[in-house]
Antibody, heavy 118, light 107 residues
Framework: QVQLVESGGGVVRPGTSLRLSCVTSGFDFTSYGLHWVRQTPGKGLEWVAL????????FYPDSVKGRFIISRDNSKNTFYLQMNSLRPEDTAVYYCTASPAMVTFDLWGQGTLVTVSS | DIQLTQSPSSVSASLGDSVSITCRAN??????LAWYQQGPGKAPILLIYGASTLKSGVPSRFSGSGSGTDFTLSIRSLQPEDFATYYCQQSNSFPLTFGTGTKLEIK
């Protein structure tokens, strides 16, 4: 049974950091590209980060580039999103997703809410 | 960035009806388009990729078509579980982007 389970969300102040984790099981983790996607009521779905199956490549949109870092631990079937210099506009539900094709979102977690507010 | 505009933003239909949702890209994306379904309070589910390839396990009443800049998701013989929000997503180039969403409501 495929599972992706996020953790680490919460309420934080602007300018601070937070790390999200996604523990996975039930699929060939080392063959999948791994993403974080966020969703807000106002802006809909937004792709946030991608790490390739071999960890050699990471990709980000300009909105988070330089602030967020995606990483993976293939020995633990787990990946992470380190979020630094958080802004109120980063407030969203963050989903971890996995893709064998790297550029679609085949498998999803249940989401974790991040609220950035003073 | 590639922008995807979906229409309509919402549509009402009855059980057993057929509906179509369109997604227009602001530049040519070939067939690098996927469709997702999202129920209330749930994560999205991948339905179609490559514009027209149904993901394994997705009912055959769903179909996708199009290439270039204009794409369509069609659902025939609507079932209760089909009433949800649908999003398109392009994978032609980074940043990966999603459409604006279409909410399918029961009439």
């Amino acid at each position: 049974q495929v599972q992706l389970v996020e953790s680490g969300g919460g309420v934080v102040r602007p300018g601070t950091s937070l790390r999200l984790s996604c523990v996975t099981s039930g699929f060939d983790f080392t063959s999948y590209g791994l993403h974080w996607v966020r969703q807000t009521p106002g802006k809909g779905l937004e792709w946030v980060a991608l790490v390739s199956f071999d960890e050699d490549n990471t990709f980000y949109p300009d909105s988070v580039k330089g602030r967020f870092i995606i990483s993976r631990d293939n020995s633990k079937n787990t990946f992470y999103l380190q979020m630094n210099s958080l802004r109120p506009e980063d407030t969203a539900v963050y989903y971890c997703t996995a893709s064998p094709a790297m550029v679609t979102f085949d498998l999803w977690g249940q989401g974790t809410l991040v609220t950035v507010s003073s | 960035d590639i922008q995807l505009t979906q229409s309509p933003s919402s549509v009402s239909a009855s059980l057993g009806d057929s509906v179509s949702i369109t997604c227009r890209a602001n530049q040519d994306i070939g067939t690098w388009l996927a469709w997702y379904q999202q129920g209330p309070g749930k994560a999205p589910i991948l339905l179609i990729y490559g514009a027209s390839t149904l993901k394994s396990g997705v009912p055959s009443r769903f179909s996708g078509s199009g290439s270039g800049t204009d794409f369509t998701l069609s659902i025939r013989s609507l079932q209760p579980e089909d009433f949800a929000t649908y999003y398109c997503q392009q994978s032609n180039s980074f940043p990966l982007t999603f459409g604006t969403g279409t909410k399918l409501e029961i009439k």
